[in-house]
C-alpha cells in the first residue's frame, strides 16, 4: 500500500513533472521536496542529469518522467531504489524489468492533465481553500533592471530554475546549470542556510558547468546570501 508521504511525493512529481516541456522532463522527489530536475530530449540523459544532482536524497524516491518509458532507461531506474515511478506510459519490455523490484509501484500518468489546482490546508475547525501556483514562466514576466543583461542561455536557465523553486518548500535555493539543477536548498527558516545547502550540494556532486545560475523564492533582505552564492 502506498503511505502518506508516497501520496504526498506522488502528487508533488505529477506537478512538477506535468509543468515541464513534454516528452523531454524527469523529477525526482523525496519528502514532498525536488531533489533533482531535469530538461533534455534524450530521455536517459534527463533522468541521468535529474539523479546526479542529488543520488543520494534519490534514495527512496519517486520519479517522474513526462514520456515513455523503455527498456533502456527501465534497467538504468532499477539500479537505484525508488517507491515509485511515474511516466506517460511503459514499453512492455519495461514492465518486465520493473517486474523484477520486489515492492516498486508503477503509475501510468498519460491521461493526468494539470487544471486548476485547489489546496486545502485545515487546522482545528477552520480550513484554508487555495489555487495553486502553476503558471510556467516566461521571458515575459521578466522586467531585467541591472546594467548587465543576461544572455539568451542564462535567461533560459533562470526561467527554469524560477518554475522549479515554487516546488520547493520555503526558504527554497535552487542552482541550475543547462535547465538541469545543480544544488536545491529547500525548507530552511534561514534563507542564508538554504543557500549553503544548494552550494554543498552542488560542489558535493560537482555536476554543474562553469556556468550556473540561482533562483530564489523570495527577495533577499540581506546581501549575505547574494554575496554567499557569488562567491560559490
Keep these: 500500500q502506498l503511505s502518506y508521504n508516497n501520496y504526498n511525493d506522488i502528487f508533488s512529481a505529477l506537478t512538477i513533472s506535468k509543468s515541464l516541456p513534454t516528452n523531454s522532463g524527469t523529477v525526482i522527489v ?82 493526468f492533465k494539470i487544471k486548476d489546482l485547489i489546496r486545502f490546508n485545515s487546522a482545528n475547525e477552520a480550513f484554508l481553500i487555495q489555487s495553486e501556483n502553476v503558471k510556467k514562466f516566461n521571458i515575459k514576466d521578466f522586467k531585467i533592471v541591472s546594467k548587465k543583461k543576461p544572455t539568451k542561455s542564462q535567461l533560459k536557465d533562470l526561467i527554469f530554475a524560477f518554475n522549479v523553486c515554487r516546488y520547493v518548500k520555503s526558504n527554497a535555493i535552487v542552482l541550475a546549470s543547462q535547465e538541469v539543477t545543480v544544488g536545491i536548498g529547500s525548507g530552511q527558516p534561514s534563507r542564508l542556510d538554504s543557500c549553503q545547502i544548494a552550494i554543498n550540494k552542488m560542489h558535493k556532486f560537482e555536476n554543474f558547468s562553469d556556468e550556473v545560475v540561482a533562483a530564489s523564492d523570495a527577495f533577499f533582505p540581506f546581501v549575505d546570501g547574494i554575496e554567499k552564492l557569488v562567491q560559490a
Excluded at 70 to 75: E, F, P, Y
Design 30 to 111: 523525496k519528502h514532498a521536496n525536488p531533489c533533482g530536475v531535469s530538461i533534455h530530449k534524450d530521455n536517459l540523459k534527463s533522468f541521468k542529469s535529474a539523479l546526479a544532482c542529488d543520488p543520494i536524497s534519490a534514495f527512496g524516491g519517486i520519479v517522474a518522467c513526462n514520456f515513455k518509458i523503455n527498456k533502456t532507461l527501465a534497467t538504468e531506474l532499477n539500479k537505484v531504489f525508488l517507491e515509485v515511478v511515474i511516466a506517460n506510459g511503459f514499453d512492455n519490455a519495461a514492465i518486465k524489468i520493473f517486474k523484477k523490484k520486489k515492492n516498486l509501484r508503477l503509475i501510468d500518468a498519460t491521461n
